[in-house]
């Protein structure tokens, strides 16, 4: 059975559902936590539409009473964005030496993303049921996405203080700049490639563009 986020994905999405705070009682069961997340993931799999399953259904598949699924999750769509979340890969470490090289890991990690949405039907499935839930594509977008946009402009503040990027850009509207055309590419024109070497492509383009520039001489200047 494969998984889009690798070995321990499961177990990473059950974790984002157990940091909820305000609970009290009984630890949760990681054990319990990451055998919920698998049973909805195989009853998908398996050809089990988001509207087939149930509650009691993904309980029995995993093996557990359905009290233990409501003790954690209130109901089918917060159980879904935790699924979701544990299909989902870390955004990559950076190493921090290069501005550039920091700019195309993030980068190719969208990338990477969108090659394994078209690839996974399982994936589609699962960020299908989520978007079409404002109150959980927010809260994803919240917990997950903006992470990712808080790394890309850590790395461009980086830019800006070492003058490889000029100081009266807006770093927000850079960001958009930098995930833009791959955004497009991924999930507005699912029917163009994302080929390898498009976010070195991406980079060098945007950065050409932002780098400072040199000052202008005073006219009448006469170099020796």
Same mark, same amino acid.
């Given at each position: 059975m494969?998984?889009?986020?690798?070995?321990?994905?499961?177990?990473?999405g059950?974790g984002?559902?157990?940091?909820?705070?305000?609970r009290?009682g009984?630890?949760?069961?990681?054990?319990?936590?990451?055998?919920?997340?698998?049973?909805?993931?195989?009853?998908?799999?398996?050809?089990?539409?988001?509207?087939?399953l149930?509650?009691?259904?993904?309980?029995?598949?995993a093996?557990?009473?359905?009290?233990t699924?409501?003790?954690?999750?209130s109901?089918?769509?917060a159980l879904?964005l935790d699924?979701m979340r544990?299909?989902?890969a870390p955004?990559p470490?950076?190493?921090?030496?290069?501005?550039r090289?920091?700019?195309v890991?993030l980068?190719?990690?969208l990338r990477r993303?969108?090659?394994?949405?078209r690839?996974?039907a399982?994936?589609r499935?699962?960020?299908?049921?989520?978007q079409?839930?404002p +109150?959980?594509?927010a809260?994803y977008?919240?917990?997950v $996405? /903006?992470? =990712?946009?808080? *790394?890309l402009?850590?790395?461009?503040? &980086?830019?800006?203080?070492?003058?490889?990027?000029?100081?009266?850009?807006d770093?927000d509207?850079?960001?958009?700049l930098?995930?833009?055309?791959?955004?497009?590419r991924?999930?507005?024109?699912?029917w163009?490639?994302?080929?390898e070497?498009l976010? +070195?492509?991406?980079?060098?383009m945007?950065?050409e563009? $932002? /780098?400072? =520039?040199?000052e *202008?001489?005073?006219p009448?200047?006469? &170099?020796p």
């Amino acid at each position: 059975m494969s998984r889009v986020a690798g070995d321990g994905g499961a177990a990473a999405g059950a974790g984002a559902g157990a940091a909820a705070p305000g609970r009290r009682g009984r630890p949760r069961s990681a054990a319990a936590d990451s055998a919920i997340i698998e049973a909805v993931l195989r009853l998908i799999e398996d050809g089990c539409s988001i509207a087939e399953l149930s509650m009691e259904r993904i309980a029995r598949e995993a093996g557990v009473g359905k009290a233990t699924v409501y003790r954690r999750w209130s109901g089918k769509s917060a159980l879904m964005l935790d699924v979701m979340r544990s299909l989902d890969a870390p955004t990559p470490p950076l190493d921090g030496t290069s501005v550039r090289d920091d700019l195309v890991s993030l980068l190719e990690f969208l990338r990477r993303r969108g090659l394994a949405k078209r690839s996974s039907a399982l994936l589609r499935t699962v960020v299908s049921h989520v978007q079409a839930q404002p +109150e959980l594509w927010a809260e994803y977008h919240e917990t997950v $996405v /903006r992470a =990712r946009h808080e *790394a890309l402009l850590g790395v461009l503040r &980086r830019g800006v203080a070492n003058g490889e990027i000029r100081a009266d850009r807006d770093l927000d509207a850079l960001v958009d700049l930098f995930v833009g055309p791959m955004l497009a590419r991924a999930v507005l024109h699912d029917w163009k490639e994302l080929p390898e070497g498009l976010s +070195e492509e991406i980079v060098d383009m945007v950065l050409e563009g $932002v /780098r400072p =520039r040199p000052e *202008a001489e005073p006219p009448g200047t006469v &170099r020796p």
